[in-house]
């Protein structure tokens, strides 16, 4: 079951950053947050992951808590290709196991 | 990253028909894959886990019966839906766990439209 919760849908003005929010308060020591999103009828597209460090890679940046219940992913300079669904799934990494997404967020990127 | 195909990536049928949509890890081994449906506006939903040699898994809800799944090869699941009615009609994705290391890559997706 998921164990995420984001909010339905964003607007963000393209060429600003887009940050979209994650409460992940259940989370387990052992369980990373990771984010995928979903462009209209494709699969889904990793962008990142972590376990309780900020993370950044060419694509965006991840922003975990402290007490690691709620993070943050951040586009730092939004493109209309940016527009998608995102996906913020717990998982324990390694492990195999199937991801179960929940609804996710519709990030609406405006010109 | 590593890439998983699907095929067909859409496809059209009559309903009693079925219908097999493979699912292919390209460059590298994968013991396990998982097929999801998504319906429109909706978020993706796990139907099962297919293990190479062995029965797959499925989660609750989800027939066994009408959802075939095969995993005869470390590169190749196929899901077969029997007896395809309108209401089968759905987004599938595919998904591929790296043997060596456990990540996991989506394919593209299959859509499928029962008539």
């Known amino acids: 079951d998921a164990k995420t919760t984001q909010p339905p849908s964003m607007d963000c003005a393209e060429g600003r950053a887009a940050n979209l929010p994650c409460n992940h308060s259940?989370?387990?020591?052992?369980?990373?947050v990771y984010w995928y999103r979903q462009i209209h009828s494709q699969g889904p597209q990793y962008i990142i992951h972590?376990?309780?460090n900020n993370e950044t890679n060419e694509m965006a940046s991840l922003i975990i808590t402290e007490d690691r219940k709620s993070s943050t992913l951040i586009l730092p300079h939004a493109t209309l290709r940016d527009t998608a669904v995102y996906y913020c799934?717990?998982?324990?990494?390694?492990?195999?196991?199937?991801?179960?997404f929940g609804t996710g967020t519709s990030l609406t990127v405006i010109p | 990253g590593a890439v998983v195909s699907q095929h067909p990536s859409w496809v059209i049928c009559k309903s009693g028909t079925s219908v097999k949509i493979e699912c292919r890890s390209l460059d590298f081994q994968a013991t396990t894959m998982f097929w999801y449906r998504q319906f429109p506006k909706q978020s993706l939903m796990l139907m099962a886990t297919?293990?190479?040699?062995?029965?797959?898994?499925?989660e609750q809800g989800v027939e066994k019966d009408k959802f075939l799944i095969n995993h005869a090869s470390l590169t190749l699941s196929t899901l077969t839906v029997t007896s395809a009615h309108p209401e089968d009609s759905s987004f599938y994705i595919c998904?591929?766990?790296?043997?060596?290391?456990?990540?996991?890559?989506f394919g593209p997706g299959t859509r499928l439209t029962v008539l």
């Open positions: 297919s293990n190479e040699g062995s029965k797959a898994t499925y």
């Open positions: 259940t989370i387990s020591g052992n369980e990373y």
């Open positions: 799934i717990v998982r324990v990494r390694n492990t195999g196991n199937q991801f179960y």
């Open positions: 998904s591929a766990r790296v043997t060596a290391n456990n990540e996991q890559f």
């Open positions: 972590g376990l309780k």
